[in-house]
């Protein structure tokens, strides 16, 4: 309470009186509803409505002491009204976010040089290993690969078991990590 008996105000010494949280609450009841129908016919969004009239009482404890007391409803429409042009703002930037996310993601990627020949070098590289394999390894992992087949495909195509085949590209893949590196 302030020295003069107001109890909207904290009274701290040596800085601006601010609005007490009590009278905060009291204006609250007094204009919080009808704020907040204010605000969800400027949004056309409720729960907008709801975040912006809590964002508005905020700047009332924060600043609202600079208000006059016969004008307290008027500066919560005010700020409310700016409030929610700032929450517009923020969405609208929020929307082109991702409406550019979502363009840049079914673009293909695209690469710089250097990665695109860095790429090159290690499939020349893995073409080279795959050469090392021995040829029954070779044969699953080139079908598995290149020609997408499933493994049971392959141990049909070969006549072998499947537990064969998948031991084969196991024992490949294991060989591949191991000199790639």
Known sequence: MSDD?????SGRPGSPERLSADAV???????GRDLQLFLTGVLKNSDAAQDVCQATFQRLLESGHEAKAETTRGWLFKVGFNEALAWRRRESQRDKLHRKAAATADQPNIELPVQSLVRR?????????????PTEQQLVVRQRIQE????AQIADELNVPLG??????RLAVQKLQKWFG
Do not use: C, N, S, W
């Not at 070098?121 to 394999?133: A, M, N, P, S, V």
């Open 121 to 133: 070098e290690e499939i020349e590289k893995l073409k080279r290993l795959l050469q090392d394999l």
């Open 5 to 9: 008996g107001d109890p909207t105000h």
């Open 148 to 151: 997408d087949r499933t493994f």
């Open 25 to 31: 609450r009291a204006l609250y009841l007094l204009h």
């Open 164 to 169: 064969t085949v998948l031991t084969r590209m």
